[in-house]
């Protein structure tokens, strides 16, 4: 079964806010480094992306007919998605474990597990 793995990240500190980035220790930021590419390399995982800001983001809606668009996510930044990676798993079990690595499941925000359908 394929999952993607959808990183919400919270409070999650990262390096594009230097500030809340520095709150962590030198240990923990390099374990967050070392984390991703350890999940990058674990058999049956597909990287995806790093997503830029949210306030970067354009969201697209049709209503009667017409193209709206709005800067900005829709959602709340507290639950924007950060990135996502795809993962061929035998069970939703390995996919919780792998979604339990990622940093931002264990630094404030969270880790959406969802399957993947085919048509």
Do not use: C
């Not at 967050?32 to 049956?44: H, L, M, Q, S």
């Not at 996510?73 to 339990?100: H, Q, R, S, T």
């Amino acid at each position: 079964m394929r999952y993607l793995l959808l990183i919400h990240q919270g409070t999650t500190p990262t390096p594009r806010d230097p500030e809340a980035w520095a709150q962590l220790h030198e240990d923990e930021r390099n374990a967050v480094f070392a984390d991703y590419k350890a999940i990058n390399e674990t058999p049956g995982v597909t990287p995806g992306e790093q997503m830029d800001s949210p306030e970067t983001a354009t969201t697209v809606r049709v209503q009667d007919g017409r193209t709206l668009t709005t800067d900005g996510p829709f959602a709340e930044l507290k639950e924007a998605i950060g990135g996502y990676l795809f993962f061929e798993a035998d069970n939703l079990d390995a996919a919780i474990e792998l979604a339990a690595r990622v940093p931002a499941a264990r630094l404030g925000g969270a880790v959406e597990v969802r399957p993947i359908t085919q048509w």
